[in-house]
């Protein structure tokens, strides 16, 4: 696992866009070979959307062929309702980039059929080859996606209900009224997480340190599904100063001192 540590949230914004635009490039996407991205909403992808859409309009990346599909989405709301992740994800980044609509895979958390809703989604996917690089980001409690505490590690995409601490984060965006948040969402597993040939997991601030020290210096564990990144074999996690307070002084060295010999940079022998 690659924990790479940026100053502050521009900065590892900046670093996750670069990134993800130099894996496009390389990987050559054509419409008979598309790249296929997975994607999360919420706060902490915000300024890696923004860093996206300015590398976009400046043609260092297009997403014509990049066919994404994100990683989850309220069950009973609407596309339009401005809290639902449909709305998110085209208001923050499908919107000001060049991805053609039908490129765009969310969940619909008004199907009818909720079951075979995430069936199908997982059989796309399988048959587009599967997920070459899914972007995630984390709940403050360690859950990826809406897997939330206890979910099992080889979880696929399905139904979940939201536990009281996810409700209570997420009503900042309902008027603060715990009520209005849906109890239930759909969401990828853990399982579909770890199948992506590559994972990059952003993780920002002092509220999600705990979560980081988890992940990086414990053991796998489904009380904090997003420690399961241990077992990939290529994961990254971007973090800023602030996430890695609760890391030991010599965790935070020892993956400093590896991006400085990736970089031809060697740290001070003396
Ligand atoms: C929700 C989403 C997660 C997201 C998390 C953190 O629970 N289902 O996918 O990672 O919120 O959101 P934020 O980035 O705003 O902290």
């Given at each position: 696992m690659k924990i790479i540590i940026r100053k502050d949230y521009q900065q590892l914004s900046q670093w996750t866009a670069d990134y993800i635009a130099e894996r496009i490039n390389n990987f050559k996407?054509?419409?008979?070979k598309p790249f296929v991205l997975g994607l999360p909403t919420g706060s902490s992808p915000l300024g890696t959307y923004k860093a996206l859409i300015k590398l976009n309009k400046e043609r260092a990346?297009?997403?014509?062929?990049v066919i994404t599909f994100n990683m989850d989405e309220y069950v009973g709301l609407d596309k339009d309702h401005e809290q639902s992740y449909h709305y998110f994800m085209w208001e923050n980044f499908f919107n000001h980039i060049d991805i053609p609509a039908e490129n765009v895979n969310i969940l619909n958390?008004?199907?009818?059929?909720l079951d075979k809703e995430c069936a199908d989604y997982e059989a796309k996917m399988k048959e587009l080859g599967g997920i070459e690089l899914f972007l995630g980001g984390i709940g403050p409690?360690?859950?990826?996606?809406?897997?939330?505490?206890?979910?099992?590690?080889?979880?696929?995409?399905r139904i979940k209900t939201l536990n009281f601490n996810t409700i209570k984060a997420n009503a900042r965006f309902f008027d603060n009224d715990i009520h209005l948040v849906p109890r239930m969402a759909l969401t990828v597993g853990v399982g579909t997480v770890m199948d992506s040939r590559e994972v990059v997991v952003i993780i920002n601030g002092f509220h999600k340190a705990r979560a980081l020290r988890q992940v990086v210096e414990e053991g796998v564990n489904h009380m904090w599904t997003?420690?399961?990144?241990?077992?990939?074999r290529h994961a990254v996690i971007v973090c800023d100063d602030e996430a890695t307070m609760e890391l030991k002084a010599e965790t935070v060295k020892y993956f400093k001192e590896i991006e400085q010999i990736i970089d031809n940079e060697f740290p001070d022998l003396d």
């Open positions: 996407p054509t419409k008979e990346v297009n997403f014509e062929n958390g008004m199907a009818s059929d409690d360690g859950h990826i996606a809406f897997n939330e505490p206890g979910s099992s590690l080889a979880s696929r995409t997003v420690s399961m990144l241990q077992m990939h």
